[in-house]
């Protein structure tokens, strides 16, 4: 598969102990992405950070447990970015949706690196 031109690159940031059907949030988007067919998908950790709550989230050795900050990014041609913002209105119940218009560089891969 080759990507290259004009895309659509989309943000998700939710919290690390978010859920979805038993499954953390940001790993279910990483299946439903696979599953229709979008380019990749790379989820990022922060270390701390706050959102529309203003709590601050971050990892503690005080706190029992901590809800840091995760950041899905999906980059892929406009239409399969377009028609996944549906899916992703569903899942996200608490976080932010962000999109931007970019340009693809370079997305190549093997086929045999496929599975």
């Known amino acids: 598969m080759r990507i290259q031109g004009k895309a659509k690159h989309v943000c998700i940031y939710v919290g690390k102990s978010d859920q ?8 279910a988007i990483v299946q439903k ?3 229709e ?3 990749g998908a ?4 922060g270390i701390e950070g706050y959102g529309a709550n203003s709590l601050i989230h971050h990892e503690s050795a005080l706190a029992l447990s901590s809800d840091r900050p995760v950041r899905i990014e999906i980059t892929d041609i406009a239409e399969r970015v377009d028609i996944f913002l549906q899916t992703l209105e569903e899942m996200v119940t608490e976080g932010l949706i962000t999109l931007q218009s970019c340009e693809v560089v370079k997305y190549v891969h093997s086929p045999s690196a496929s599975s």
Request: glycine share 12%.
């Open 20 to 27: 979805w059907h038993g499954l953390p949030l940001y790993e």
């Open 33 to 35: 992405a696979k599953q």
């Open 37 to 39: 067919g979008l380019a």
């Open 42 to 45: 790379t989820v990022v950790e």
